[in-house]
């Protein structure tokens, strides 16, 4: 028994930080803004529990198809992170999405003046 | 999974059907010679693009949005609604299929409505409505081109909004949306007008395409991309070259009113339904095309080439041939037109095609 506990945490490897995730979400930029999804808040949440990578997003408005878009290179980015297993990807539009989610970057990039 | 990707390729290739037979008909219209069962696909070169091709590919887009089975009713009926009208089916059955795809995109927009209500999926709306209009106009026995006003506001209005929308990123103050509000609106009325006398409405309409393009040239997030690379850029300048030709429309709408024919009507059709719409489908096809079919489509610097092909030819067609008057100019411009539209096709399926055969090799099939 003890012996099959170590081969889940061998596995399993060192727990994954929400920032740790978000770091990797930064590589999936929004094609026609240019600016990745976490510096546009679109992203609400990213946690790893036993090894499932949870993903909550939005898209800035529900007649974006972009959500299944989103869903595949979220999995792109995080499929290759120690210790995640899977991905699972939720799109919400629980809480709207609003500009204020913007982060400073994300304006200046798009022209703002910050 | 894997049986609603093919689902969704098999609605595309509903509307590729639509646009190849479009485009068989814009070759007779443009007076090539082509083998007489194709003949007749010139009477029905409008609807063919307007709702086989374009009616089928924003309906898909939308369902993909909505991800509710019976938001694919839409695109379904519509792309169903070509291929009876290109298999010559009584015309009382393509009409009613149009209709029926429309209610369901009407019906879409009540759903985001209850998701979201705002501004921008209110005049997407309002374009869902124009099409069911254009659609009932045809059912009851209006010629397609009584019905161009229509069929523009549903092009125009789903495009706008969907502007308008993103236009938030660019910092849009209430002035800014006031304005828009105005121009959309007299574009609105003018269309209203057109049921009871065409050409004033199409006037009126115009002076609304005029304000639209003005407003989405000054406040379209567009302008803050343009100076991005790679993919950004290409989406942004598609937007603004589409925005002169909104504007180019427009003011032909305003000064030639409902002109039955001739050089001045096809301009008045070909900039808005080609310059405008078209360079929003090049623009958004590499965003909106992985989204709907889960395979990426990176961003390629041969895409400006379909793009500038679409320009050159408008401009050889309305300038040299339809204001000119160099019939020549006009019949090089639109086959050079068809052939934009064919290379932006068969540009965008094999590019498609090669990533999905890489990203199945790289990625594993999701869990559930």
Known sequence: ?114 | MAGLTASRYGLLALGGVGLLAGLTGALVLLGMPMPAPARDLGADHGVLMTLGFLGTLISLERAVALGRGWGYLAPLLTGAGGIALIAGAPAVLPLTLFTGGAAAFVAMYVAFDRIERSLHTSVQAVGALAWLGAAFLLLGGRAPAEVVPWLAAFLVLTIAGERLELSRLARLTNRARIGFVAGAGIFCIGVAMSVASADMGMRVAGIGLVALAVWLARNDVARRTVRMEGMPRFVALSLLSGYAWLAVGGACWLLFGATPGGPAYDAMLHAIFLGFVMSMVFGHAPIILPAVLGTPLPYRPRFYLHLALLHVGLLLRTGAGDLLGFEVAWRAGGILNVAALLLFAASSAVAIALERRASLRAVPAPSS
């Open chain 1, 1 to 114: 028994m003890a012996d099959e506990r170590m081969d889940v945490a061998a596995l399993l490897g060192r727990p994954v930080a929400e920032d740790d995730l978000l770091d990797r979400l930064h590589a999936v930029i929004d094609p026609e803004l240019g600016v990745n999804i976490v510096d546009l808040g679109l992203v609400y949440g990213a946690e790893v529990i036993d090894g499932v990578a949870r993903v909550r997003v939005t898209t800035t408005t529900p007649a974006c198809p972009l959500g299944s878009y989103m869903t595949g290179e979220i999995r792109r980015a995080l499929f290759d992170v120690d210790s995640v297993l899977d991905v699972q990807v939720e799109v919400t539009y629980e809480p709207r999405w609003s500009v204020d989610r913007m982060t400073d970057t994300a304006k200046a990039q798009l022209g703002w003046p910050v």
